[in-house]
């Protein structure tokens, strides 16, 4: 791997100072990141890898970032899963977490003998260091009753993962017993509310993961189907949350895939992913940037 370089000079060894794992060159220049080349990487992660992979992705990690470190920006949505390496570390270092997972999709769903963007909240919620895990925001049909066999059930039956849904009939889950950890209501602002009033009562600290999907088109256009979450509603949820944030990432940057791989090309087809033209593109990334620059302030 290439060595890493900071994008302003003296300002990467900071604590705080934002770290881009450049896998598909959408992140934009952010001030005072370090930028770590990783785009060799690219084909065997996006979208999905073995857990062998992965494995070896978060020693590459482990061994290029500094102990200490602000927001990872990954790079598209397809990369959510390298948030499993991220929060990994987050555990040793600080034990007890919350995980905080802003998302359209529920990412935990059944993907056997591998890992992929939308399985990996299962394997965190398995961590003895996380008390629970929060994904806000979700409006997808991934939940709802037609694609309920594909979600993992365990965690959610374990009190260890929680849905804070809407727009999506949930009463599947009220009938298994399950109605207190997917939870559904009229509107998504109604779920963050609630979402924040009960994190809010406690006081252990807290890993948060972006996927901008889960905001509204007009906000950020991603890869991927979105939610209808306001990008100015996020932001007050992460500003409630900032004084117990101690680590965190964000993806959902717009790219261009061409996966070597026939099955990758065939699942991202069923997904519905289309590539957007050059124009479009452009500007869909720099709406993006504008949305990184505020996440950034935010996060502090």
């Not at 770590?36 to 992660?45: A, I």
């Not at 992979?53 to 102990?67: N, T």
């Not at 720099?286 to 505020?294: C, K, T, V």
Request: some cysteine; hydrophobic content about 50%.
């Amino acid at each position: 791997m290439p060595p890493a370089a900071p994008e302003s000079a003296g300002a990467a060894g900071a604590a705080n100072a934002p770290v881009v794992l450049d896998l598909d060159a959408s992140v934009g220049a952010l001030p005072g990141a370090l930028r770590l080349d990783l785009r060799d990487w690219h084909d065997r992660l996006r979208f999905a890898c073995s857990r062998r992979a992965l494995a070896r992705f978060g020693e590459r990690l482990d061994a290029a970032l500094p102990p200490r470190h602000g927001c990872a920006f990954l790079g598209s949505g397809d990369f959510h899963h390298l948030s499993l390496p991220l929060i990994r570390r987050a555990a040793r270092a600080r034990g007890r977490l919350q995980v905080v997972v802003f998302d359209n999709h529920p990412d935990n769903m059944r993907f056997p003998l591998a890992i992929h963007c939308g399985s990996w909240v299962a394997q965190v919620a398995a961590l003895p260091q996380v008390a629970r895990v929060h994904v806000v925001g979700i409006t997808s049909a991934d939940i709802g009753l037609g694609h309920a066999w594909e979600n993992r059930l365990r965690p959610l039956y374990r009190g260890k993962l929680r849905y804070w849904s809407s727009g999506v009939a949930v009463g599947w889950a009220r009938a298994l017993g399950l109605g207190g950890a997917v939870r559904g209501y009229p509107g998504v602002d109604a779920a963050l509310a609630a979402c924040m009033d009960e994190i809010g009562a406690g006081d252990d600290p807290i890993y948060l993961s972006i996927d901008k999907d889960v905001l509204r088109p007009e906000d950020a256009m991603t890869n991927w189907d979105q939610g209808a979450m306001r990008a100015d509603a996020l932001l007050d949820a992460v500003a409630r949350l900032h004084a117990r944030i101690v680590a965190s990432d964000v993806t959902g940057e717009i790219s261009i895939a061409a996966y070597p791989q026939w099955w990758k090309r065939l699942l991202a087809a069923a997904d519905g992913q289309s590539a957007p033209d050059a124009d479009a593109l452009r500007l869909w990334q720099a709406q993006q940037h504008r949305i990184n620059l505020r996440l950034l302030a935010a996060l502090g």
